[in-house]
T-cell receptor
Framework: DAGVIQSPRHEVTEMGQEVTLRCKPI?????LFWYRQTMMRGLELLIY????????DSGMPEDRFSAKMPNASFSTLKIQPSEPRDSAVYFC???????????FGPGTRLTVL | TQLLEQSPQFLSIQEGENLTVYCNSS?????LQWYRQEPGEGPVLLVT?????EVKKLKRLTFQFGDARKDSSLHITAAQPGDTGLYLC?????????????FGTGTQLKVEL
């Protein structure tokens, strides 16, 4: 298995533009998590899904952020409109319920100018 | 809001030295995980501790879970440059935590030759 795949790896955009981050989780792992990492705030949970259903989105900073999981093999995190303070590394992680291990993707480094 | 503290924030040592990093909270953890993150990558699980007082060893790494399940420590013996990275503790918090981990801000370790 290739592990969790995220795209793009790097994204540079201008303030006000829409940004879509993509994640392909590990097959059979029924929990999917979106995190944001910054130097100031560390690794923060934004939202997580179980069996494609959003369970807890209390970490989503504001209405500009939205996430979807249309099927077990794909999820997106969208920011519209983007702002410079959204600049961070965004990680997607899939959880193996048997071993209780979260497998992280390589992350998307987002820079909003 | 549960407060999770990791200390020290930064640690720079010479190869061969020993070190200990700490993870503390006022909340009781149902279990706790330690992750290591290398630059440009996502965190990777090192260990899960579940029982108060539990000690687990992973080669030169020793993990301890506090008796009251509110704290944990990671001790590295004879550190090597390959141990360089960000060490994150991530507990499942007993009350209201659900299926989500709360990550500390981490200890950035640099081991120099």
């Amino acid at each position: 298995d290739a592990g969790v795949i995220q795209s793009p790896r790097h994204e540079v955009t201008e303030m006000g533009q829409e940004v879509t981050l993509r994640c392909k989780p590990i097959s059979g792992h029924d929990y999917l998590f979106w995190y944001r990492q910054t130097m100031m705030r560390g690794l923060e949970l934004l939202i997580y899904f179980n069996n494609n259903v959003p369970i807890d989105d209390s970490g989503m900073p504001e209405d500009r952020f939205s996430a979807k999981m249309p099927n077990a093999s794909f999820s997106t995190l969208k920011i519209q409109p983007s702002e410079p303070r959204d600049s961070a590394v965004y990680f997607c992680a899939a959880r193996d319920r048997v071993t209780d291990t979260q497998y992280f993707g390589p992350g998307t480094r987002l820079t909003v100018l | 809001t549960q407060l999770l503290e990791q200390s020290p924030q930064f640690l720079s040592i010479q190869e061969g030295e020993n070190l200990t990093v700490y993870c503390n909270s006022s909340s009781v953890f149902s279990s706790l995980q330690w992750y290591r993150q290398e630059p440009g990558e996502g965190p990777v699980l090192l260990v899960t501790v579940v029982t108060g007082g539990e000690v687990k060893k992973l080669k030169r790494l020793t993990f301890q879970f506090g008796d009251a399940r509110k704290d944990s420590s990671l001790h590295i013996t004879a550190a090597q440059p390959g141990d360089t990275g960000l060490y994150l503790c991530a507990p499942y918090i007993l009350t209201g935590g659900g299926n989500k981990l709360t990550f500390g801000t981490g200890t950035q370790l640099k081991v120099e030759l």
